[in-house]
T-cell receptor, first 111, second 117 residues
Framework: SQQGEEDPQALSIQEGENATMNCSYK?????LQWYRQNSGRGLVHLIL?????REKHSGRLRVTLDTSKKSSSLLITASRAADTASYFC???????????FGKGITLSVRP | GAGVSQSPRYKVAKRGQDVALRCDPI?????LFWYQQALGQGPEFLTY????????KSGLPSDRFFAERPEGSVSTLKIQRTQQEDSAVYLC???????????????FGPGTRLTVT
């Protein structure tokens, strides 16, 4: 079963614009992670935010976490064509070490 | 190598055949995970090893699926009597460590695309 639900399912923007992707989850978490997957490739870790953190930055990435709403958002600023990929949120919960992924968001950045 | 490697990258099997998928994790990584990713979906957890111990196999869909990591490094996922619904990309990931408060990210391999005809 998949805990994370991302929205929108697909997003198309112009290069230079910002992209905002949202993720909701159902149960308490230890941390939430965002991954990127280019077509036909494995996943690449982007950023991790712990349950006691509210916001984190890494380069052009900004992630927020609202545990009261069980939601997170990923903002990519000044998007580039190379950002075109599928983005997944994944949660780490309880005593489990496994990640539970959402279905993903397909981001297309038009040059 | 610098990253997680998987072989083969592509596998076509006839229904009923057995297949073995290999994962070479990053050297020194204690934890190893297998995920199954169906087309257009996110990865779904299959099983998890800490060193050679299989600590969680709750995601294995049936007893036709078996995974091992006998020396705590390379892992093999075996699927017996493959069925069409087994067609998916099988992803392996490794992590330096893990635990309740761990923040260690998982490093993924490129995956093995299995097609059962």
């Amino acid at each position: 079963s998949q805990q994370g639900e991302e929205d929108p399912q697909a997003l198309s923007i112009q290069e230079g614009e910002n992209a905002t992707m949202n993720c909701s989850y159902k149960t308490s978490i230890n941390n939430l992670q965002w991954y990127r997957q280019n077509s036909g490739r494995g996943l690449v870790h982007l950023i991790l935010i712990r349950s006691n953190e509210r916001e984190k930055h890494s380069g052009r990435l900004r992630v927020t976490l609202d545990t009261s709403k069980k939601s997170s958002s990923l903002l990519i600023t000044a998007s580039r064509a190379a950002d075109t990929a599928s983005y997944f949120c994944a949660t780490l919960t309880g005593a489990n070490s496994k990640l539970t992924f959402g279905k993903g968001i397909t981001l297309s950045v038009r040059p | 190598g610098a990253g997680v490697s998987q072989s083969p990258r592509y596998k076509v099997a006839k229904r009923g055949q057995d297949v073995a998928l290999r994962c070479d994790p990053i050297s020194g990584h204690v934890s190893l995970f297998w995920y199954q990713q169906a087309l257009g979906q996110g990865p779904e957890f299959l099983t998890y090893f800490q060193n050679e111990a299989q600590l969680d196999k709750s995601g294995l869909p049936s007893d036709r699926f078996f995974a091992e990591r006998p020396e705590g490094s390379v892992s093999t996922l075996k699927i017996q009597r493959t069925q069409q619904e087994d067609s998916a990309v099988y992803l392996c990931a490794s992590s330096f460590s893990t635990g309740l408060l761990s923040s260690y990210e998982q490093y993924f391999g490129p995956g093995t695309r299995l097609t059962v005809t």
